[in-house]
């Protein structure tokens, strides 16, 4: 296979705008009639998804749409298959809870194991894969299946493709009757909103970002609209396409806690903030303070740096996407900067064989 970076360079160049607009990769013909019935009939007041790695990631992002959309069903996910310390059993065993299990490959061990936990409640689950284990289990025992059917999927990096995974799900949960507005012109106008979301400015931003997060501790901070969906995505980034470690962290926690570890480290730490618009008085106040504690000209701060990045744009989709294209560029930056060679460690470690780069390669050359 050709490299990694230079994989995520071609992508990010030439199709990650384009995918926004690719809404109709997927088949629905697999979803029951009778969970169809229920689901636009209005029977369901709330969706739990369960997936891994990258199938979660999009389901958070989900979640945060629908709540700034104020849609008046309620969102859940786990990202684990022993759900009842994870999730309310009363949730769980609602018959109002539709639950998507969630995995691109179909492969991941965790949504089988869900799969067969569920049991009982097949009847209000649905199957979100491209085919794999999962999607043999959903056509053996009858329960419903949608299946993405991208046309040009990076095999080895779904997270790739988080941007048209949203634009998909966005109009499959349209024709299933799960939202009420179609919210679709918005995210296939993104291809177009980008071009001057994503302003050169931000551009500058994430590659100086990127020369200050060498050798770092890359620690990101956000409030908890952006924790769980964005900063989440972004530590797959750091993780699986850059190869360096990230962690990630509520605004106001970490400001009672792992603050402390900044007072005057030996290691190099990058901080990154993200905020909005919508931040109340206190929090902005409080995130000013933060940036002029750090980054005050004192020989505590030698190995503390930071980058602040202001989610401005007028919605939510674009803030999200957004920062997500300053994200993707950092990271495409600060791999090259390393060009560390993989060991395939995930699919090794989550056992899930369909993602590693020798079955790709004989599936290619097979």
């Known amino acids: 296979m050709r490299p990694r970076l230079e994989r995520y360079q071609e992508f990010l160049e030439q199709e990650y705008r384009s995918g926004f607009t690719k809404s109709d990769e997927y088949d629905i013909s697999g979803v029951s009639e009778e969970l169809a019935k229920k ?29 700034s959309i104020r849609n008046d069903l309620e969102v859940h996910v786990f990202n684990d298959y022993d759900f009842a310390y994870l999730i309310p059993r009363s949730v769980i065993e609602d018959d109002r809870t539709l639950i998507v299990l969630s995995s691109y490959s179909g ?46 999927p990076d095999r080895e990096y779904p997270l790739f493709h988080v941007g048209q995974y949203f634009s998909i799900l966005v109009d499959m949960f349209l024709k ?14 993104l291809a177009q909103d980008l071009e001057t979301d994503f302003t050169p400015a931000l551009r500058e931003l994430a590659a100086d970002a990127a020369v200050r997060s060498e050798d770092s501790n890359i620690i990101m901070i956000g409030s908890p609209k952006w924790h769980e969906s964005l900063l989440k995505l972004a530590k797959m980034h750091f993780n699986e396409i850059a ?4 962690t990630r962290n509520y605004f106001h926690e970490f400001c009672h806690s792992e603050v402390a570890t900044l007072s005057d480290p030996v290691r190099r730490h990058s901080i990154l903030i ?82 590693h780069g020798t079955t790709i390669e004989a599936e290619n050359t097979g």
């Open 176 to 189: 299933l009757g799960l939202l009420d507005k179609d919210h679709g012109p918005e995210v296939r106008a």
């Open 107 to 152: 492969h991941s061990n965790e949504p089988v194991l869900a799969f067969h936990a569920l049991s009982p409640m097949h009847h209000r689950v649905l199957l979100l894969t491209s085919g794999g284990r999962l999607g043999e289990l959903g056509e053996e025992h009858g329960v419903s299946l949608a299946r993405w059917t991208l046309g040009r």
């Open 274 to 355: 993200f905020s909005d618009p919508e931040e109340d008085d206190y929090t902005r106040a409080k995130r000013e303070n933060l940036v002029s504690l750090l980054t005050a000209p004192i020989p505590q701060n030698g190995n503390v740096t930071v980058t602040e990045v202001e989610l401005d744009q007028p919605t939510f989709i674009r803030q999200y996407f957004t920062a997500l294209e300053f994200v993707q560029y950092l990271v495409l930056d600060l791999g090259k900067a390393r060009e560390t060679a993989s060991r395939n460690l995930i699919s090794e470690a989550a056992g899930n064989p369909w993602y």
């Open 39 to 67: 689901m636009r009939g209005g029977h369901f007041t709330r969706i739990v998804f369960s997936g891994m790695g990258c199938s979660a990631i999009v389901s958070d992002a989900i979640r945060v749409f629908f709540n």
């Open 243 to 246: 190869m360096v470690p990230a």
